[in-house]
């Protein structure tokens, strides 16, 4: 079985790689203006291969992403939690690949304080932008990229 999943990153190439590299995936590094892609097999009984493309909300990109849009089911929106601009750029880029087939999350990153309420209410304000086809509110998630991948496996 194969999972391809999509990582529309709102931050910089600085922020996503350190995201990766510390979730364990050391040998993915993410470049502006490219598809950046790993795969690796997950589980010893029943092995799945999951691949995960990554890029960086860029003007290029958006004309490039529907050369993998075939491919792609689950798309993360990845964003940092303290910084609101990488959230509005996964918004924009929200619009361009919203469709019926794409199952969608928006996960925050390097949460190493708590939000204040100004901050949360923010964030949740542009969340609330984030709809799927049937005006529901895309999951918001704060968690391990292992968990994230088990999520989409377990679907």
């Not at 910089?12 to 993915?28: Q, S, V």
């Not at 470049?31 to 950046?36: A, E, G, M, S, V």
Request: charged share 25%; proline share 3%.
């Amino acid at each position: 079985m194969d999972i391809h999943i999509l990582f529309i990153s709102g931050m910089d190439e600085e922020d996503t790689n350190a995201f990766f590299i510390k979730e364990g995936w050391n040998d993915m590094p993410i470049y502006k203006d490219q598809i950046n892609r790993q795969t690796k097999v997950m589980r010893l009984k029943k092995p799945i291969r999951v691949t995960l493309w990554c890029v960086l909300n860029t003007p290029i990109i958006e004309d490039l992403i529907v050369t993998i849009k075939c491919h792609i089911k689950y798309v993360v929106f990845l964003y940092h939690g303290h910084k609101p601009i990488t959230l509005m750029r996964c918004i924009g880029f929200h619009q361009r690949i919203k469709q019926k087939n794409i199952v969608g999350i928006i996960l925050s990153t390097n949460i190493s304080r708590q939000l204040n309420h100004s901050e949360y209410n923010f964030n949740k304000n542009l969340i609330e932008n984030m709809l799927d086809l049937d005006d529901k509110e895309l999951p918001h998630y704060n968690l391990k990229l292992n968990s994230i991948i088990k999520l989409f496996i377990n679907i």
